[in-house]
């Protein structure tokens, strides 16, 4: 399971095997922080994807998650110009990247007719995932539209709306690439979804601690944020992403 707990004892064990660098997203900053401080001073600590501001981490190198929130926000907008009420999936509430992807998507509906009802957490838990829609579609009648917070929580919007027959009646939007995420945009059954470059970050991030383990800390930008941006994908431009991703498994 995708707990600090978890993440401390991997991270402990990291240490005790030498590593000279180590580059995490923090599942739980708050409940972390300490844990993560005492990391940094025994190696080199980036942080990615969801951050840990008061870690003592050299740099936090990903996406923000607040700007991609925004994006969200925005095809949001777009699918529905008369409003609606939106129900928010996400697996670790408490997480940054959760509450600022959330953060950023309310910045943007504010002043609109659209807004998020509640949100439903999963732990991480696939079957859970799918029976918090599931659960929502019999609840509450009055939703018309699903926000899939992390990378699996669209799919699993997806096949539950499928399971009842609602594809198409209910709007979706989510996060990442997920495989089954930009089939449904590709047939329309989702609005659109907005991407990371995990590869970028990964890239970056092998090569900087490289500098930083050699001497080189220049790359580090004063406010310590490597911002990778984000990117809307919807219909008009899906299969271009799809081929774009194939190149870099190649």
Known sequence: PATAATQTQELNDLVSAGAAGIMISAVDPKTESSTLAGIAKQTLLLTTDSDAKDSGRVAYIGSSNVLAGNQVGELLKKAMPDGGKCMAFVGLPGADNAKERIQGINDVIKD?????????????????????????????????????????????????????????????????GDPVTLGGVKEGSIAGTVVQQPFEWAYQGLKDMAKYIEGDKSWIPENKLMIIPTKIIDQSNVDAYNTEQAGYLK
């Open 112 to 176: 609109t007719k659209i807004t998020i009802v509640d949100v439903r957490a999963d732990n991480i838990d696939l079957p859970t995932a799918k029976r918090n829609v599931e659960d929502t579609l019999t609840a509450h009648p009055e939703i018309n539209c699903m926000v899939g917070i992390y990378s699996y929580n669209t799919p699993q919007i997806y096949a539950a709306l499928k399971d009842a027959g609602k594809l198409g009646q209910i709007k979706v939007v989510g996060f990442d």
